[in-house]
């Protein structure tokens, strides 16, 4: 029984296969981002675009994993708008592949800078009334984020909790 | 945090003795390989559908239920387009049973099996999965 990881690397024997691969990473991948983020920080499709000002359609294009035209300036300004990093890198297939098969909410939808500064602060604060206890603060910041991405924020949410 | 979902493929034990969704997704439902191979790691670590941030819903997955019924409980997921590529599954708990596939061309929808066949192999994939499901494959 071979692991997923080996799975997807003999799919890439395939030079087609992989051509492809890298639209679909990119089609899928920033169209998941774009809803999540957005949802993350709670914005409608409208209040998106009139941050970006642009129209509303265009967002929900954008959540479109088949839209597939996404421009290096319309991602810069997203993530300007969501106030999170941008990395944009030739990586090799091996990469692709393990950030792939390792996904997690968060790496789709990561903090602001905003939430990041937030924790921060309280682990700073913590730190600096017991100096012994930094690797423990570093843990309950993980955990805190983690929380924080997964606590419900509807009634509906609090319902299937 | 961890994977939200487990995909499962049907193994058809019974018959030709393989995985029909990876058997479809290197056959008739090749183009649209590299699309489900990016797309269901990521539904797989996304919060439920009644989640707000969740990204299951939308136009690349679809809760289906048609005039009759006959699909109710099911999702597709989809690669849109002049030829559509449709899996069809049915989510259980945290589990996601792939149990059909097929092709939309204009009008005319093509799945290898029907809505009666689909279930039959989900309760199949419940009540025996050792014979009949596998831990979706992406070779």
């Not at chain 2, 990521?42 to 989640?51: D, G, I, N, Q, Y």
């Amino acid at each position: 029984m071979i692991s997923k990881t080996e799975q997807m690397w003999e799919s890439l024997h395939d030079p087609e296969f992989r051509k492809q691969l890298i639209d679909e990473h990119v089609n899928v991948g920033i169209a998941f981002q774009i809803r999540s983020l957005r949802d993350r920080q709670k914005l409608t499709q409208a209040k998106l675009a009139e941050l970006l000002k642009i129209r509303q359609p265009l967002v929900s294009a954008w959540e479109n994993p088949n839209y597939g035209k996404y421009t290096l300036g319309t991602l810069k300004d997203l993530a300007k708008a969501f106030d999170v990093g941008l990395l944009v890198r030739f990586v090799p297939f091996s990469t692709l592949v393990d950030w792939t098969m390792n996904l997690t909410s968060d790496v789709i939808a990561p903090p602001s800078f905003g939430e990041e500064e937030y924790y921060h602060v309280v682990a700073s604060a913590s730190a600096a009334s017991n100096p012994m206890e930094d690797r423990r603060d570093v843990n309950i910041l993980t955990a805190d984020i983690e929380a924080y991405a997964y606590a419900p924020k509807t009634k509906k949410e609090l319902v299937h909790a | 945090m961890g994977s939200e979902f487990t995909f499962y493929d049907y193994f058809d034990a019974d018959g030709g003795g393989d995985n029909v969704i990876k058997s479809w997704l290197n056959g008739e439902g090749k183009p649209a390989k590299a699309y489900f191979t990016m797309l269901i790691p990521r539904l797989e670590a996304s919060p439920p559908p009644s989640f707000k941030d969740s990204v299951w819903g939308g136009k690349h997955t679809k809760f289906m239920k048609n005039k009759k019924g006959k699909w109710y409980g099911f999702i597709e997921l989809r690669k849109l387009g002049k030829v559509q590529f449709r899996l069809i599954a049915q989510m259980q708990g945290r589990s996601v049973f792939l149990v059909a596939c097929g092709i939309h061309k204009g009008h005319k929808y093509d799945t290898d099996v029907s809505s009666q066949t689909a279930l039959s192999r989900v309760t199949q994939m419940i009540n025996n999965p050792a014979r009949y499901r596998r831990e979706h494959e992406y070779d």
